[in-house]
T-cell receptor, first 113, second 113 residues
Framework: AQSVTQLGSHVSVSEGALVLLRCNYSSSVPPYLFWYVQYPNQGLQLLLKYTTGATLVKGINGFEAEFKKSETSFHLTKPSAHMSDAAEYFC???????????FGKGTRLHILP | DTGVSQNPRHKITKRGQNVTFRCDPISEHNRLYWYRQTLGQGPEFLTYFQNEAQLEKSRLLSDRFSAERPKGSFSTLEIQRTEQGDSAMYLCASSLVGWEPQHFGDGTRLSIL
């Protein structure tokens, strides 16, 4: 069965510092992987997705993620954190391209001034 | 693109009452999904529709839950005889086709007194 593990329910970084949010997945076949962001009292917004092809995926707001099959990871990074990045981030996996999405438990990102 | 719309945004009700939520997907989106999100967790898949056909239901969807999408446009999620454990955010998402990214609404927050 497919699953997603996000390491760290809370992550704090200083404004301007590197953001690294960790995600490991479990899937018996090559997965489709996603990162979503959720601001308070709002729905989820797609940051980026990996389907096939290039393993380094660029998304919105300066975020990117790299698919590493050997490590079964899909970590999210941003070179320089901004106060507006404070939100909850969800990693998600889809087994087939036409299947439901399984979400991780989320990581709340705090930005320190 | 007016986005996915959910109503009401908040619902407070007494235990044992029935509640109904509505989701209006993005126009022309064939897929519609319902998720439940509890505090500190990622969204959990409940069910999804391809046009008016309900294609899959999660084991989380007990007999007290029913979802419809009668004309392949808006959808309703009804919970009968609500219980304390039903308190959650109910999220709706839609996509043009199954493999396209899902667009989320802002959710309906249900509180059971």
């Amino acid at each position: 069965a497919q699953s997603v593990t996000q390491l760290g329910s809370h992550v704090s970084v200083s404004e301007g510092a590197l953001v690294l949010l960790r995600c490991n997945y479990s899937s018996s076949v090559p997965p489709y992987l996603f990162w979503y962001v959720q601001y308070p009292n709002q729905g989820l917004q797609l940051l980026l997705k990996y389907t096939t092809g290039a393993t380094l995926v660029k998304g919105i707001n300066g975020f990117e993620a790299e698919f590493k099959k050997s490590e079964t990871s899909f970590h999210l990074t941003k070179p320089s954190a901004h106060m507006s990045d404070a939100a909850e981030y969800f990693c998600a996996v889809r087994l087939n391209r036409d299947d439901k999405i399984i979400f991780g438990k989320g990581t709340r990102l705090h930005i320190l001034p | 693109d007016t986005g996915v719309s959910q109503n009401p945004r908040h619902k407070i009700t007494k235990r044992g009452q029935n509640v109904t939520f509505r989701c209006d997907p993005i126009s022309e989106h064939n897929r519609l999904y319902w998720y439940r999100q509890t505090l500190g967790q990622g969204p959990e898949f409940l069910t999804y529709f391809q046009n008016e056909a309900q294609l899959e239901k999660s084991r989380l969807l007990s007999d007290r839950f029913s979802a419809e999408r009668p004309k392949g446009s808006f959808s309703t999620l009804e919970i009968q005889r609500t219980e304390q454990g039903d308190s959650a955010m109910y999220l709706c998402a839609s996509s043009l086709v199954g493999w396209e990214p899902q667009h989320f609404g802002d959710g309906t927050r249900l509180s059971i007194l």
